[in-house]
């Protein structure tokens, strides 16, 4: 259950985002992770729905880009057919994770501020 | 942000983050391998399932190093310092961090228990993680390779069904091969091929913490890690017939 520490570290950077911001609330926080990321989104949310309480992030929904893990070939670009070994067919040399298949990161954060 | 007639409505404002969720932990875990090098200490991170045999390996890695290398570790464990106690009395200066209901070491904890020991004596420096084949892939504590034990009667399925431990792994010790006899069906031949399908280049040793087979190629490569010349290149070795 690394989720819950992971949800806290969302809500503490978006409490700093929001106090450099003077935000009265927070709508949305964007996070992408990747499938090898080691991370389950839905006990992310979970987790984070608990941890978000008596904070500024009370409300704020959790916007989650689930990246798909695929591997190809550097060289010659095929795909790797799921679960078959990782190496290319045609050129014999390792494959390469898709970009941000293991990704965890916050993209954005959505705060509410008095209007001008 | 409403714009026109000042009415002061809430308003959204977007801000730009792009950080990786476990920034705090990576920059813990990079002071933490800026210590390690700067010292001259190879530190390894050493993950596996409970009962794989990753405390029993570094017994058999004291044995088998003779005092060619100086050793120390933390180990980390939901409660007891058996493992701390067990390696202690294998000659490695260690010390037990106790997570509680943490199922992972992280670099903060990592580094905390540092702060109380000698580790800059040692060679090669051991970090035993929690027994769990799921949460620990995923925190970085500032080691210079990851090393994945994996014992034989844990089943060649395994790493098919914990891809991201071997994905992010530098080397995998299949361990306890003396009982590969007694399981029916058990292949070393099976494992490798579960290695190939979610670890590009794998790299791998089959051993015995019991028998001491494979003791001397695991040497070997601590040798060559400490002396930064391990090999990029797949290892592997055969098992005598």
């Not at chain 2, 007891?80 to 200066?93: F, K, S, V, Y």
Request: net charge negative; charged share 20%; hydrophobic share 45%.
């Amino acid at each position: 259950m690394h989720e819950l520490s992971l949800a806290q570290g969302v809500v503490r950077r978006t409490v700093v985002a929001a106090q450099e911001a003077k935000a009265k609330a927070v709508r949305r926080i964007f996070l992408r992770i990747g499938e090898l990321a080691g991370v389950d989104g839905r006990q992310l949310t979970s987790a984070f729905e608990v941890v978000r309480g008596g904070t500024i992030c009370d409300g704020a929904v959790l916007d989650i880009e689930f990246v798909a893990a695929s591997w190809s070939c550097p060289t010659c670009a095929v795909a790797i057919e799921s679960g078959a070994p990782l190496r290319c067919p045609t050129c014999g040399i390792a494959a390469q994770l898709a970009k941000d298949a293991d990704a965890l990161s916050i993209l954005r954060i959505e705060l509410e501020v008095d209007g001008v | 942000m409403c714009e026109s007639c000042g009415c002061g409505d809430p308003a959204l404002m977007p801000v730009d983050v792009h950080e990786r969720l476990l920034a705090g932990n990576d920059h813990v875990a990079a002071h933490n391998r800026a210590h390690f090098q700067a010292a001259g200490v190879l530190a390894l991170n050493l993950m596996g399932s409970p009962g794989a045999g990753k405390t029993a390996l570094l017994e058999a890695t004291a044995r088998e190093l003779g005092g060619r290398l100086r050793l120390g570790a933390v180990s980390g464990d939901l409660a007891t310092d058996r493992d701390g106690e067990r390696l202690r009395a294998a000659g490695i200066p260690s010390r037990t961090i106790q997570t509680n209901s943490s199922c992972h070491l992280d670099a903060t904890l990592v580094h905390d228990t540092l702060h109380g020991m000698d580790w800059q004596r040692s060679d090669v420096f051991f970090l035993e993680n929690v027994g769990n084949l799921v949460c620990p892939a995923i925190y970085d504590l500032g080691q210079a390779a990851n090393i994945v034990v994996l014992s034989v009667t844990e089943g060649e399925d395994k790493p098919l069904k914990y891809p991201v431990m071997f994905k992010n792994c530098d080397l995998v010790l299949l361990t306890k091969v003396d009982l590969l006899p007694h399981l029916p069906g058990v292949t070393l031949d099976a494992f490798v091929d579960a290695f190939g399908r979610v670890m590009p280049e794998p790299r791998w040793l089959a051993l015995s913490a019991l028998t001491g087979v494979g003791m001397p190629e695991w040497v070997q490569w601590l040798l060559a890690m400490r002396a930064g010349q391990a090999s990029k290149k797949p290892l592997r070795i055969r098992l005598p017939s």
